[in-house]
C-alpha cells in the first residue's frame, strides 16, 4: 500500500521532463495526460521512469479490470505468441471457435463477431442493426434511424462523434453520417417520441462513463427494452466500459435484468494485453453478415482469441465481478462520507465512481498524483475514480487516506 509520494511543489525531474518532451516533440497532441510517465506496473500499482509508485484509479478507462501484468494472461500470450499470432480471416484458426463460443455462453447469446478496438465494435453493432432493419424489419434502403442519448461517447469515428452531443468532439470533422437521432439521457417518453417506422435501434451505454459516471433512472433500462419489444427495435447496449465486472454485475444490463439484443464489448475483454472487441448477439441478427460483408484483418486473430478467453476465465476464477459489488459497495460508503465545500455530488456503482465538483477537476486530479493517487478528470468537473477489480481493500482504503487529506488540506487553504 505504501507509496513513494513526490512533494505537492516538487518540479518534474530531467527524466521525466525528457520523455514528456519527445512525445511532444513527435507525437499528435490529441490528448492532454497528466504529467507522470510510466514504466512498469503490477496489479493495481505503476511504477513512473523516476521509481515513484502510484495506485492506478483509472485502470486505462477499465480494460485492465483484471489488473496490470496478470501472470495468467503473460503466460498465455507468451505461448500463443510462440505458436502464431496472425492468420487473417482468410484462413481458419484453432483459437477463435473457443473463444466465440466461451464469449457467447457468457452472454448468454448465440453469436460473436470479434473485432479489435471498441470503436470499431460500436460501427459493427450499427451496420448489423441497419443490415436487420433493411432484411428483416422491411425499412425502405437508406432509411434506417437509431436512437443515441445526450452525452454519450461511443467512440471517435467519424459516424460516432456525429452523433456526439460534445461539440469539441465534432468540432471541424463533418459532415456527418445522416440517421441518428440523439435524446435526452434516461428519458424514456423521449425515446418513445423519436421512435419512427425507420427506426431500428437504440444505442445506449447502460451507465455514461465518459460524460461523468452518469447513470439513468431506476427502471429506465428495464422500461427501454419493453420498448423496443414492443416496436420491433434492436436494442444494443454499449457495455465496453461497463462490462466484464465494472459495476458489480457481469453486464450493468444485469442490474435491472436486461438483456439486450447486441451487447458491444471491448477494454477489458483482453485484460489489457491486446485490443479486443466483440458484437455479441442472436443468430437473427449477426447471422444477417455474410462473407465479404464486414471484417478487419486482426479481427478474431489466434493471439487476441487465446487472451480474451483467459481474461474471461480470470474474472470468473477470482471472483472479480463479486469482489467488485463487495469492495464497490465499501468504497462508495467511504466516498460518499467525503465532505468538502468543492464537492457537488458522488455517484456511481461497483468500482466505478464519479466524485463531482463545483470547480476544474484537473488541479485535484493533479494534487492526487503527487500523493500516489492516479484518476483523471472528465468532462472538467469530474473526477473518476475506478481502480483494478483486483485492487486490496488496503489500497482502497489508502485512496480514500489520499481523498480525505487532499480534500482536509484544501479546506484549509494549502
Known sequence: ?????????????????????????????????????????????????DGRRYLDCLSAYSAVNQGHAHPRLLRVMTEQAARVTLTSRAFRNDQLGAFCEA?????????????????????????????????????????????????NFHGRTTTLVGFSSDASYRADFGPFAPGFSVVPFGDIAAVRAAITANTCAVLVEPMQCEAGVLM???????????????????????????????????????????????????KALAGGFYPVSAVVGSREVLGLFEPGSHGSTFGGNPLACAIAREALAILDDEGLVERAA?????????????????????????????????EPARPWAETLKARGILCKETHGTVLRLSPPLVTSRDDLAFLVQQLQAVFEHRSAGI
Open 1 to 49: 500500500m505504501e507509496a513513494h509520494t513526490a512533494s505537492l511543489t516538487e518540479s518534474l525531474s530531467p527524466r521525466t521532463s525528457e520523455f514528456i518532451a519527445r512525445e511532444d516533440r513527435f507525437g499528435a497532441h490529441n490528448y492532454r495526460p497528466l504529467d507522470l510517465v510510466i514504466a512498469e506496473a503490477h496489479g493495481s500499482w505503476v511504477t513512473d521512469v
Open 326 to 358: 463487495t469492495e464497490g459497495a465499501w468504497l462508495g460508503l467511504q466516498l460518499e462520507a467525503l465532505t468538502h465545500p468543492a464537492i457537488r455530488a458522488v455517484r456511481g456503482r461497483g468500482l466505478m465512481w464519479a466524485i463531482e465538483l463545483n
Open 216 to 266: 439513468p433512472p431506476d427502471g429506465f433500462l428495464r422500461e427501454l427494452a419493453a420498448l423496443c419489444h414492443e416496436q420491433n427495435v434492436l436494442l444494443i447496449a454499449d457495455e465496453i466500459q461497463t462490462g466484464l465486472g465494472r459495476t458489480g454485475a457481469w453486464f450493468a444490463c444485469d442490474h435491472e435484468q436486461v438483456s439486450p439484443d447486441l451487447y458491444v464489448l471491448g
Open 103 to 151: 464469449l457467447a455462453t457468457r452472454c448468454g447469446k448465440e453469436m460473436v463477431l470479434p473485432m479489435n478496438t471498441g470503436a470499431e465494435a460500436v460501427e459493427t453493432a450499427i451496420k448489423a442493426a441497419r443490415r436487420w432493419g433493411y432484411r428483416t424489419k422491411g425499412i425502405a434502403d437508406g432509411q434506417a434511424h437509431i436512437i443515441a442519448f445526450a452525452n
